[in-house]
């Protein structure tokens, strides 16, 4: 599946953003989607999952109470609802999407990658 992410700007903190991921090719509701974000010089951390069918959905413990992820099965889209934003969440986000599996965290278990959206946070 192709991915494309969008929606990513510079906010300041306490601010709100929504991050939009558009998925083309067959069968996009066989997938988990996930959102990881990315700074320069780590490698990609989890921020969010959900499953093939949107009834279960998991937080990094940063985001909790904060982030909010829905998918449509309909329009292949996930979305991303960003509040209350706080300079640490400044990043590269990445949409993905893999089979449902126990070990959604890991970056290993999504196949395929959207490019990335840049979410800045000001102080």
């Known amino acids: 599946v192709q991915l494309q992410a969008s929606g990513g700007g510079l906010v300041q903190a306490g601010g709100s953003l929504r991050l939009s991921c558009t998925a083309s090719g067959p069968r996009f509701d066989n997938y988990m989607m996930g959102w990881f974000r990315q700074t320069p010089g780590k490698d990609r951390s989890f921020v969010t999952s959900?499953?093939?069918?949107?009834?279960?959905?998991q937080y990094a413990d940063s985001v909790k109470g904060r982030f909010t992820i829905s998918r449509s099965n309909v329009t292949n889209m996930v979305t991303l609802e960003m509040n209350n934003l706080k300079p640490e969440d400044t990043a590269v986000y990445f949409c993905?999407?893999?089979?449902?599996?126990?070990?959604?965290?890991?970056?290993?278990?999504?196949?395929?990658w959207g490019q990335g959206t840049q979410v800045t946070v000001s102080s």
């Open positions: 993905a999407a893999g089979f449902d599996s126990y070990y959604y965290t890991s970056q290993y278990e999504y196949s395929d």
């Open positions: 959900i499953n093939y069918n949107g009834k279960s959905a």
